[in-house]
């Protein structure tokens, strides 16, 4: 459905805006070159019929100079009613581009965290080449309900927001991070092995552990707070949801052996 509406809205662009953005600065420019064409030929009229004034004779001559100045005239506000229009249209169209640029993003990223949403996560994902080393980390937060029960759901979506922020500095600019839904996220390390992504999940499992927490209004400390990651690398001919599969595995495997701690998919041998 989300692709569906990708390449939907890429057609429009492609195929529809940005032939017609096209076209309709060619008309301007042409409608432009031609003012400026008749703009001259009423300047040289005027002078001629300056000149004519002072000949009683050129009387008739000097009437159809006049008619033809008046005709420039209007057809000169009519094509400047015209460009008005046309620049309005094109100011339109640039607006709808800008839109669709806009939806596109919205639907492909969380509101909450900034991050990748699921969707997001899996069309970036196709700019990857599947045959490479690729690793990838699921990452849950530790008893968040808790957080939520104690101190509001406002505390809970700032603990998820500091979270995100965590890994999306802990990661490089060709990496993906993507919020999957309520405290959970995943990040593709593009080009990575699993030990690289082992050595990056135990930063993000570090950096969570320091945080220190104060709820303000209530100038309280949040209890510490805690992530369990499960680490994976993608094997010959595998899919992304299999190796996604197998890292939430391994972090289920790190809840049971008692939560923040980073666990490697036995499927998956470090090299
Ligand atoms: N604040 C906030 N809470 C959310 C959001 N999405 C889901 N949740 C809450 O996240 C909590 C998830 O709780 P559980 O799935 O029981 O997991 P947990 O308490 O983290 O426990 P473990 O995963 O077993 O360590 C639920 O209370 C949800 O209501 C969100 O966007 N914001």
């Known amino acids: 459905m989300f692709n569906e509406f990708l390449s939907a809205s890429h ?10 953005e096209k076209t309709l600065n060619k008309t301007l420019n042409k409608i432009d070159s031609q003012v400026i064409n008749e703009k001259e030929i009423a300047f040289n009229l005027k002078k001629v019929d300056g000149a004519l004034s002072k000949l ?12 033809i100045i008046n005709l420039i005239n209007n057809s000169q506000s009519q094509r400047k009613a ?8 094109y100011a339109e169209v ?7 640029s806009e939806s596109r993003e919205q639907a492909a990223i969380d509101s909450l965290t900034g991050l990748l949403n699921r969707r997001g996560c899996q069309s970036k994902l196709q700019e990857f080449n599947i045959n490479q080393t690729h690793s990838t980390i699921a990452i849950d937060i530790d008893h ?5 029960d104690s101190f509001g759901h406002a505390v809970g979506d700032k603990v998820i927001q500091l979270i995100a922020n965590i890994i999306k500095q802990s990661i490089s600019a060709d990496d993906i991070a993507a919020r999957l839904g309520g405290e959970e996220f995943i990040v593709v390390m593009h080009n990575k092995s699993i030990k690289i992504a082992e050595n990056i999940a135990e930063k993000i499992r570090t950096s969570v552990e320091k945080l220190k927490l104060i709820q303000k209004q209530t100038n309280t400390y949040l209890p510490k707070i805690s992530v369990s990651l499960g680490i994976a690398e993608l094997d010959e001919e595998e899919n992304w949801d299999s190796l996604f599969e197998k890292a939430d595995k391994a972090m289920y495997q790190a809840k ?7 666990v490697i998919s036995q499927t998956s041998c470090l090299v």
């Not at 057609?11 to 017609?20: A, C, R, V």
């Not at 009683?56 to 008619?67: C, D, E, G, M, S």
């Open 82 to 89: 015209l460009t008005d229009e046309l620049t309005h249209t």
């Open 256 to 262: 049971e052996l008692g939560r923040n701690r980073c």
């Open 56 to 67: 009683a004779q050129h009387q008739p001559l000097k009437t159809l100079i006049n008619f």
């Open 11 to 20: 057609n429009i662009e492609n195929l529809l805006l940005s032939p017609f």
């Open 144 to 148: 968040f309900k808790q957080i939520n």
């Open 94 to 100: 640039k607006l709808l581009r800008t839109q669709l």
